[in-house]
């Protein structure tokens, strides 16, 4: 007999590439189309972060079910003091036995299968007369049309999708416990607004609307004078608490610039993003909010923010209105309202809230500290401790060596290096590698390539085409630059690359995705500081003990193999969501993986070779740009977050 499944609904996610699959699992399921007709929701979801926000997409906000405590084997759910207690029933349906919870102040939902259920799947007729009663657990579970009581929250549970595979070879609905990704109240009168609201029109009609923002109703005459910041003479004067449109505001929708065709696409790496924009005053304050995300802990919420600055990043016009921001990719209400509060208050009240809290001025001076992420800053934070000294007081021998050297040195740190300097140390860097093998070449990387004035650290990247120059070449450069006294402490070195013989890694679908991944080139973090000073010699003869005065830097030393070096150039030299959407771009349109050390198959694991034939690390560079299929971007126009 057949399995009879209360009502799902499939989540999309995580099948961009399965679609077939996709498809598939919905004709066999027969699922419902309208998550709320759903008695559970399936999906590839692992976490109930993910979950949540998976939810939200859809426009059900809710609100994570705290699970109470029970003991061992007892049959009932203890609720809080203010509900009453849910009893578990088994009755019968089809002659299988189903769990339903009693409750009279409030409605599960999971396996439980009420009278709406038994009504869709035409199966009321095998219940017992006794279900049929009033008193019946299924009709108490059910929610009555007719009922007079107040409307009350009810709960969505999201299952991972090897409930329903499991089930299904077991020949039986499994218990959901074990398969259960997150548990949340919806609320029967919700406060919050949907997802994606359409801001309302006033005074003009929906034909209206749509003539205005059809393309060929913009007005091309007045893009030149906005382009670049130029400034507007349409502003409107809506508070920022609503997004309604304002008279002033609709007549300016058609006068917006078309969207730049490079911004239909969702990902960065193919679009221009310069060191600045028309916009920066505002992403000044998105960036704000983006890091307090960080130092929260919202993962959804910083991929979120980070795809909404990197899109206004590559808007070449001055932002004028709320609409026209909203319907740029990855900018929905909630970033257009934040934008509508800044044009109408001059501040964002999130970012006053975050520049004044307490605790996330201390999360910043830990986040700030070398070798320490937000888990760790927020692990600092709930210790007890308050800024650097209580972290040496108080828990200095839980430190690793590379943070104890970043607690060190954090104000030397922070200082930012000048364009020389930089060049100074690459320099110092590139003399050394050529005295030991001569014919290296190399690439600074990282914000000095995209066009900053200044930057937190160094990266070079170095490459001979002799690959044997290449191997174990590091720890000889280490102790060059370690002898003229260059580097002072060593904070990360790897030879991950020489310890396999320079030979590329395959890629294969089960290998771990945390950590460093595939970036297994030969690398060195170190810090490092100028050995000479205008006044050296005099102050080590009047005091043997002078201390170098010159600030302490960090610098990254990359080497990588001929085969792959403009992989690692490209992979060093794009800002963080070039390199996300890069690699994102790669798996999802091209079926390939991508990182610094190289190129591979998703299907084969094998390495595709890009960069064949003559040419130095610029020209390789170039090269892989070409083989991804993509256009050409100089560094300064990878300049995102």
């Not at 996610?13 to 598939?24: I, P, T």
């Not at 009168?189 to 923002?213: F, G, N, Y």
């Not at 085409?465 to 904070?491: K, M, V």
């Not at 610029?618 to 300049?639: A, H, Q």
Request: hydrophobic fraction near 30%; glycine fraction near 6%.
């Amino acid at each position: 007999m057949a399995l009879e499944f209360p009502p799902i609904y499939l989540l999309k996610s995580h099948f961009e590439r399965d679609a077939n699959e996709l498809h598939r699992l919905e004709k066999e399921i027969g699922v419902v189309w309208d998550i709320k007709e759903a008695k559970l929701v399936l999906g590839r979801v692992k976490s109930t972060r993910r979950a949540a926000h998976e939810l939200r997409k859809l426009g059900l906000h809710t609100e994570e079910v705290q699970k109470p405590e029970k003991d061992a084997g007892q049959p009932e759910v203890r609720a809080s003091s203010s509900k009453k207690r849910r009893k578990i029933d088994r009755i019968s349906v089809d002659g299988k036995e189903v769990i339903a919870l009693n409750s009279d102040t409030e409605s599960e939902l999971g396996t439980n299968i009420s009278n709406d259920d038994q009504r869709t799947r035409k199966s009321s007729a095998n219940l017992s007369s006794s279900s049929a009663t009033s008193s019946s657990p299924v009709q108490r579970l059910a929610s009555s049309p007719t009922s007079r009581r107040e409307p009350r929250e009810h709960t969505i549970k999201v299952l991972n999708l090897a409930w329903y595979t499991d089930s299904i070879r077991e020949g039986k609905l499994l218990p959901i416990d074990n398969y259960l990704v997150y548990e949340g109240t919806i609320p029967s009168t919700p406060t919050i607004p949907p997802v994606k609201p359409k801001p309302t029109i006033l005074p003009a009609s929906i034909t209206s609307r749509r003539q205005a923002d059809s393309p060929s109703s913009w007005r091309h005459s007045s893009h030149a004078s906005r382009k670049f910041g130029s400034p507007s003479s349409h502003r409107s004067n809506q508070p920022a608490q609503l997004l309604h449109q304002t008279t002033s505001e609709y007549e300016e929708s058609s006068d917006v610039p078309p969207i730049p065709e490079y911004l239909h696409t969702p990902y960065s790496c193919q679009r221009p993003t310069p060191l600045h924009c028309p916009n920066e005053d505002f992403l000044s304050q998105l960036r704000v909010i983006k890091k307090g995300r960080i130092l929260k802990g919202d993962e959804i919420g910083v991929r979120a923010y980070s795809a909404a600055v990197a899109t206004i990043a590559s808007y070449p016009y001055t932002l004028t209105s709320s609409s026209e921001l909203s319907r740029l990719p990855n900018c929905g209400p909630k970033i257009a309202k934040i934008w509508q509060e800044w044009k109408d208050l001059g501040h964002v009240t999130e970012v006053n809230e975050l520049e004044s809290d307490p605790d996330m001025k201390i999360l910043n001076i830990f986040y700030d500290i070398h070798d320490v992420g937000d888990t760790t800053a927020r692990k600092f934070l709930k210790n007890g401790w308050k800024d650097l000294d209580d972290i040496v007081e108080h828990g200095w021998n839980t430190l690793s060596k590379s943070q104890q050297i970043g607690v060190k040195f954090y104000d030397e740190f922070l200082k930012r290096i000048p364009r020389d300097e930089v060049e100074r140390i690459a320099n110092v860097v590139l003399d050394h590698a050529n005295k030991i093998t001569d014919g290296f070449q190399m690439v600074i990387c990282g914000g000095y390539r995209r066009g900053k004035p200044d930057a937190g650290d160094v990266d070079v990247v170095l490459s001979h085409p002799d690959e044997e120059a290449t191997e174990r070449f590091l720890g000889d450069l280490l102790e060059s630059l370690e002898a003229d006294e260059h580097i002072t402490h060593r904070l990360i070195v790897s030879m991950k690359n020489s310890n396999r013989g320079q030979t590329t890694v395959s890629w294969k679908g089960s290998m771990p995705r945390s950590g460093s991944g595939f970036d297994t080139l030969d690398h060195a973090f170190v810090v490092w500081q100028d050995p000479d000073w205008p006044s050296r010699e005099e102050d080590l003869e009047r005091n043997p003990e002078a201390k170098n005065p010159n600030p302490h830097r960090r610098v990254d030393i990359i080497i990588s193999p001929w085969k792959t070096a403009g992989c690692a150039v490209v992979g060093w030299s794009g800002g963080t969501m070039f390199e996300r959407d890069l690699r994102n771009y790669c798996r999802k349109k091209l079926g390939m993986k991508f990182d610094s050390s190289g190129v591979r198959k998703l299907d084969g694991g094998e390495w595709v070779d890009l960069e064949e034939g003559y040419g130095d690390l610029l020209v390789k560079e170039k090269r892989v740009f070409s083989g991804l299929g993509l256009e050409w971007r100089e560094p300064t126009e990878r300049c995102t977050d």
